[in-house]
């Protein structure tokens, strides 16, 4: 079920990573508690869709399905926080944007990418493939909101959240553009 902080822009927060001690995962924690005043945040997790098949792109649609379109439509932008896996973005994250192609929840939907490669030079295949993907189905880039956040496993407290005063400030301000692109 989707995690979520209480307000009124509403950000949908997606990992890319299915990791269990994952930094982009943990990226997504802390977004969830740093957003700032008036902007709800909600965690959408992917384990529950489907692999992509044309053929179930039809009513009725698998019911994670349905909700991954509810959510997405629901939200005033999508923040994604990917790992870079063989120079793209994760399988599971690509399966997840399959799933909206045949939809028009993205549509003009403000859209940014976060890497929390801890090499910041690391993670830019991954990010171009988003780019690429998201325009496909009609999202709005936000590129000042694309930024790197780098994140060493050692800033990850026990709470599971980014222990880290310049990150919650850098997602902060990730956060900010994506709601003022969407008003
Ligand atoms: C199977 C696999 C393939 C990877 N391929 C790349 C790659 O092509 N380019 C890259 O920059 N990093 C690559 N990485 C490194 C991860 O993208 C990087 O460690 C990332 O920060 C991990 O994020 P996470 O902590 O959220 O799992 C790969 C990691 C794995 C496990």
């Known amino acids: 079920m989707p995690e979520r902080s209480s307000a009124t822009s509403r950000i ?3 990992s890319g990573s299915t990791r269990a001690g994952s930094t982009n995962s943990a990226l997504v924690r802390t977004a969830l508690a740093c957003a700032p005043d008036g902007v709800a945040t909600v965690r959408y997790g992917m384990t529950g869709l489907p692999y992509f098949n044309p053929d ?95 994140v060493h496993h050692e800033l990850i407290g026990a709470d599971g959240l980014v222990d880290d005063a310049d990150a919650r400030a850098a997602l902060a301000g990730v956060l900010g553009h994506l709601v003022d692109a969407a008003r």
């Open 56 to 150: 179930d792109d039809s009513e009725p649609l698998p019911p994670a399905v349905v909700s991954l379109r509810a959510a997405v439509a629901a939200s005033s932008a999508l923040l994604f926080c990917t790992p870079e896996y063989a120079g793209s973005m994760p399988g599971a994250l690509k399966n997840l944007l399959e799933w909206t192609v045949g939809s028009t929840v993205m549509t003009d939907k403000p859209v940014a990418w976060v890497n929390a490669a801890a090499d910041p030079r690391r993670g830019h295949g991954a990010n171009d493939q988003l780019a690429t993907v998201l325009g496909y189905v009609q999202a709005r880039v936000v590129p000042e909101a694309c930024i790197s956040v780098p």
């Open 12 to 14: 949908l927060l997606v």
